[in-house]
């Protein structure tokens, strides 16, 4: 079945970029999506990508997409400690009933 | 403003208890899903739909049953609950279309049983 996976926990010093990355195993994924979950909160949408694109670039956020190796990335440029979160992938296919596969989340730590 | 709302931020229950989880969304949206989230396993798919009255199994179903009877409305129903029920429960909506959907997130229902 369709799978997204991605490492569970980063750890990175205020002002460095991180970069958190994700594979996914559905070779139909149209639409490719990170989500941000800050604590105690529900998950948000940061930014997605279609699968047509190579990356895609939102003030500090850049993503990377390489669809013939089934890789995703998100680059947090200057990180904050206010960019401390859970960061969750999630694809989903073209057709109307496909369900959003989502990763099981990278925490996001910042050092000082 | 979209907005998804889940009827309680903290729930306690005891075990054999039956327990419904409400959530509501104004957005005319026509999917709205279950997942719960626990340390170490991501979000996991327990039911979603697709209509009202429409429902299909998620990836882990067993021990919940849901209800759709309005567009805005979609209930989890834990029929006996059970300690390992305890989790966060996260309800979702977006609209049913091929096109490029976002999933809206309600703020979560920390469920404990005891």
């Known amino acids: ?112 | 403003d979209v907005k998804v709302t889940q009827s309680s931020r903290y729930l306690v229950k005891r075990t054999g208890e039956k327990v419904f989880l409400e959530c509501v969304q104004d957005m005319d949206h026509e999917n709205m899903f279950w997942y719960r989230q626990d340390p170490g396993l991501g979000l996991r798919l327990i039911y979603f739909s697709y209509d009202v009255k429409m429902k299909e199994k998620g990836d882990i179903p067993e021990g919940y049953s849901v209800s759709r009877e309005k567009k805005e409305r979609f209930s989890l129903i834990l029929e006996s609950a059970s300690t390992n029920q305890t989790s966060m429960y996260l309800c979702a909506s977006s609209l049913g279309t091929t096109l490029n959907t976002e999933a809206f997130f309600g703020q979560g229902t920390r469920l404990t049983v005891v």
């Open chain 1, 1 to 112: 079945g369709e799978d997204v996976e991605q490492s569970l926990f980063l750890s990175v010093r205020e002002g460095d970029s991180s970069v958190i990355n994700c594979t996914y195993t559905d070779s139909s994924s149209t639409y490719l999506y990170w989500y941000k979950q800050e604590p105690g909160a529900g998950l948000q949408l940061l930014t997605y990508i279609f699968s047509n694109m190579d990356m895609k670039q939102d003030q500090r956020l850049t993503v990377l997409l390489n669809k013939k190796d089934k890789h995703l990335s998100l680059r947090i440029a200057d990180t904050q400690t206010g960019d401390s979160a859970i960061y969750f992938c999630a694809e989903k296919g073209r057709d109307r009933d496909d369900k959003i596969i989502f990763g099981k989340g990278t925490r996001l730590h910042i050092l000082p």
